[in-house]
T-cell receptor
């Protein structure tokens, strides 16, 4: 049973054309994360939400933004995709409590920029 | 910020042998160390984790050890099987407030030869 669902699985966009990736969760977790994973590299945290509080990583480019309209959904907006933004984008969730810190990942969206 | 190094980047073992993957971290305040397994084209999935108040944890063929003084932790897989073949990521986080931010190592591609 999919608990963190990402759509689409594969996304092709044109250079400079805005694109939105979506993530939904059925776990009712407070925290949602967006990671960027390039080929043969570790997932890199872009930002995360704790409920509606947005937390941006210092080195996340301004080109990347996020929205979380409710507990279940979170979106990653790339305003002007460049060739270097081609990657797998992973959404993850975790509970609020420190004792339950496991992060549950979606299957990812592979973004291709042409 | 936290930095996690992981070695080796690739590891090939014969079926039935043991595999060991090592990670070091930089932030002495990190207190949660999960290991994720990512099969090709699939989401990262938690296989085992350890918190800083214990030195070792086992789950069937998988064990993790933590040396807080040296700031390193290791994954041990015994009696490896072909289905263990995947990329393994270590991660570290510190619980600051209500959220934890996972910082991943660079990954180890484990190949178990039948």
């Amino acid at each position: 049973d999919a608990m963190v669902i990402q759509n689409p699985r594969y996304q092709v966009t044109q250079f400079g054309k805005p694109v939105t990736l979506s993530c939904s969760q059925t776990l009712n977790h407070n925290v949602m994360y967006w990671y960027q994973q390039k080929s043969s590299q570790a997932p890199k945290l872009l930002f995360h939400y704790y409920d509606k509080d947005f937390n941006n990583e210092a080195d996340t480019p301004d080109n990347f933004q996020s929205r979380r309209p409710n507990t279940s959904f979170c979106f990653l907006d790339i305003r002007s995709p460049g060739l270097g933004d081609a990657a797998m984008y992973l959404c993850a969730t975790s509970r609020r409590r420190q004792a339950n810190t496991e992060a549950f990942f979606g299957q990812g969206t592979r973004l291709t920029v042409v | 910020g936290e930095n996690v190094e992981q070695h080796p980047s690739t590891l090939s073992v014969q079926e039935g042998d043991s595999a060991v993957i090592k990670c070091t971290y930089s932030d002495s305040a990190s207190n949660y160390f999960p290991w994720y397994k990512q099969e090709l084209g699939k989401r990262p999935q938690l296989i085992i984790d350890i918190r800083s108040n214990v030195g070792e944890k086992k789950d069937q063929r998988i064990a993790v050890t933590l040396n807080k003084t040296a700031k390193h932790f290791s994954l041990h897989i015994t009696e490896t099987q072909p289905e263990d073949s995947a990329v393994y990521f270590c991660a570290a986080s510190r619980n600051g407030g209500a959220t934890n931010k996972l910082i991943f190592g660079t990954g180890t591609l484990l190949a178990v030869q039948p």
